[in-house]
């Protein structure tokens, strides 16, 4: 790979042991895929930063010295900073957690702890009143960035129009230190047309998208693949499907024939048609068939908790949940929810009217953190979530391997409160 005089000066550990060990990451990641040179990026997310995933690896980060070299944010941590006792957290993971978070701050790292850095308003502005489109934490199209996070690349990707690979932990935080990235994969244009037409023969919504998306890695493999609806998905269900093929598939982006801004049909070979039945029959096949879409890890099962959020909730959602909360409480005739049930949602919002509205239905709304990732949440058994992702992840990485149903945002809320 070429590097210029600076990069082999970094690489050689003239300007010191953190640069050198991060240009080696990025070399050593380069070489093996081809990559000519590297390129400067805009920005980079580092994700890794729950104590609970991990764990005493952070000690490396601890060892970094300088500063990142271009705005960095940090994907959720395993509490709420500010509430984690509400949570039960315990002192011991508190204290850690907060050790994690403060070697990534030393470096010059935003403590945003988010999955959806895109949805972070400008700083200084009315999160309530801005227009996302203005914020400088959100790629624009064309721009490259490193950003780690399936569901975050994928969107970026697709529905922005940047370009990012798929980065891990050590080569976004590398990236972030020198600025750059090697050049290959997805920050290359030929590589991120679609190949493969997914026409969608039934009208779709809400946690259908997440289901789609996690059926997509099964169907396209490493192929991009460029859906065709019937109507324009919202940005939310957008992000359901990101989330979802980063769930179970390797594919970086997706496009959307009239919605997103790199859709084109020249390169593809091959049409699949897809039935919303299929996404039933997908996720029945990975486990046994509950309420809603269906339900992973086997068995019926009633649910013990309803989780919302994955990725977190934007300030769209809220007020969605807000609004369906309103209805099924007028409809149950409760004012609270019966069940525990917990959104996760950007730092933004923390405060906010539509939050305390949420919280006055008995639900619970917590930032920084989700319910993947914080180690609050094992105990409970069986999940309710309208999140494709949460239905993949939270049994692989909970020890108590919970059941997950996946049901539309409507079910979800109406089952907390019967
Ligand atoms: Fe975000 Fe946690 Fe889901 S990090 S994408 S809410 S698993």
Not at 126 to 136: K, Q
């Amino acid at each position: 790979m070429y590097l210029t005089k600076e990069e082999e000066q970094i690489y050689e550990g003239e300007r010191g042991w953190t640069l050198q060990k991060a240009m080696q990451i990025l070399v050593a990641i380069g070489e093996l895929n081809g990559a000519e040179r590297l390129i400067p990026i805009k920005s980079a997310h580092v994700s890794g930063a729950s104590y609970k995933t991990i764990g005493d690896a952070y000690e490396f980060v601890e060892r970094l010295q300088g500063r990142v070299a271009v705005r960095t944010t940090l994907n959720p941590v395993g509490m709420d900073l500010e509430r984690w006792r509400e949570m039960l957290i315990d002192e011991d993971f508190a204290k850690k957690q907060r050790a994690v978070l403060s070697a990534y701050e030393r470096l010059g790292i935003l403590a945003e702890c988010t999955c959806v850095p895109y949805e972070i308003p400008p700083p200084r502005s009315h999160p309530l009143e801005t227009s996302l489109a203005s914020s400088p934490f959100r790629p624009r199209e064309g721009e490259h960035i490193a950003w780690s996070e399936s569901s975050a690349v994928i969107f970026a990707n697709s529905v922005l129009g940047a370009r990012t690979n798929m980065e891990g932990a050590p080569s976004a935080l590398a990236a972030a230190l020198l600025g750059k990235t090697p050049l290959y994969g997805l920050h290359i244009p030929e590589n991120r047309n679609a190949t493969v037409k997914l026409l969608i023969c039934d009208e779709i919504s809400d946690a259908d998208f997440g289901a789609l998306g996690l059926l997509t890695g099964e169907i396209v493999g490493d192929s991009v693949p460029l859906f065709e609806f019937k109507g324009i998905p919202s940005e939310d269900e957008l992000k359901q499907l990101a989330a979802g093929i980063g769930a179970t598939g390797s594919v970086g982006i997706f496009h959307v024939k009239g919605v997103t801004p790199e859709a084109k049909e020249d390169m593809i070979s091959e049409v699949v048609h897809v039935e919303r039945s299929q996404l039933r029959d997908f996720l029945e096949s990975c486990g046994d068939a509950g309420a809603g879409v269906g339900s992973s890890s086997g068995g019926g099962g009633e649910p013990d908790v309803v989780a919302i959020g994955c990725p977190h909730c934007s300030l769209n959602e809220l007020r969605r949940i807000y609004k369906i909360l309103k209805e099924e409480s007028k409809r149950s005739r409760r004012s609270k929810v019966a069940l525990p049930f917990f959104i996760f949602t950007a730092r933004a919002f923390r405060g906010s009217e539509i939050v305390r509205r949420i919280e006055n239905f008995g639900v619970k709304v917590f930032c920084d953190t989700c319910f993947v990732v914080s180690p609050a949440f094992e105990r409970f058994s069986c999940i309710l979530t309208n999140s494709g992702k949460m239905w993949r992840y939270a049994p692989l990485l909970s020890q108590r391997r919970p059941k997950v149903i996946l049901a539309s945002t409507e079910e979800c809320v109406k089952r907390a409160f019967s």
